[in-house]
């Protein structure tokens, strides 16, 4: 069965500062990856995603993420994070010719002045 | 309007009414999605549609009733609901199926169940 597992259910980090979201997931076959971020009272907003190649990806707003096949890992990192990236970001995983899409719990980031 | 529109945003129910949730798509995908969320839990894959066709009936209960006229109108017919139903209702839409983990999500419609 597919999974994905957020560790940190809330994180607390200051403008400017580096930030860093675990994803660990769990899939049979080669997995697509996924990270998604939902500010408040929105949906949710596509990232970046992962399907082959080049295992450090880049998405919108600075962020990226690197695949580690050897630790079942789909980290998300940006460099200096804005007061705008205070949401809730979800990693998900699915595969070829599969729609059902995996969504971790959610990780709650907290940016403080 | 363009990307995903939902309607309403909140939405308050007694166990016994009828009320429907509706979507609609400006991006001429032809995959549509309904996604429960609830409060620090991953969201669950209600329905799924794939050119107006139900592809996908995640074991939803019957008191939530899908109906997808066309490919850019999803409707959630709710019908004697209970409390804990009570969550925020995500539609997503992809190009197709292959598309599925390129989702393009609405705000959502927050239900509550009295």
């Known amino acids: 069965a597919q999974s994905v597992t957020q560790p940190d259910i809330h994180i607390t980090v200051s403008e400017g500062a580096s930030l860093e979201l675990r994803c660990n997931y769990s899939?049979?076959?080669?997995?697509?990856l996924f990270w998604y971020v939902q500010s408040p009272g929105q949906g949710l907003q596509l990232l970046l995603k992962y399907f082959s190649g080049d295992t450090l990806v880049q998405g919108i707003k600075g962020f990226e993420a690197e695949f580690k096949r050897s630790q079942s890992s789909f980290n998300l990192r940006k460099p200096s994070v804005h007061w705008s990236d205070a949401a809730e970001y979800f990693c998900?995983?699915?595969?070829?010719?599969?729609?059902?899409?995996?969504f971790g719990a959610g990780t709650t980031v907290t940016v403080r002045a | 309007e363009t990307g995903v529109t939902q309607t309403p945003r909140h939405l308050v129910m007694g166990m016994t009414n009828k009320k429907s949730l509706k979507c609609e798509q400006h991006l001429g995908h032809n995959a549509m999605y309904w996604y429960k969320q609830s409060a620090k839990k991953p969201l669950e894959l209600m329905f799924v549609?794939?050119?107006?066709?139900?592809?996908e009936n995640n074991s939803v209960p019957s008191r939530f009733s899908p109906e997808c006229p066309n490919s850019s109108h999803l409707f959630l017919h709710l019908h004697t609901l209970q409390p804990e139903d009570s969550a925020l209702y995500l539609c997503?839409?992809?190009?197709?199926?292959?598309?599925?983990?390129?989702?393009?999500f609405g705000e959502g419609s927050r239900l509550t169940v009295l």
């Open positions: 899939y049979g076959a080669t997995p697509y």
């Open positions: 998900a995983v699915g595969g070829v010719n599969d729609y059902k899409l995996s």
């Open positions: 549609y794939n050119f107006k066709e139900q592809t």
């Open positions: 997503a839409s992809s190009q197709d199926l292959r598309d599925a983990g390129e989702l393009f």
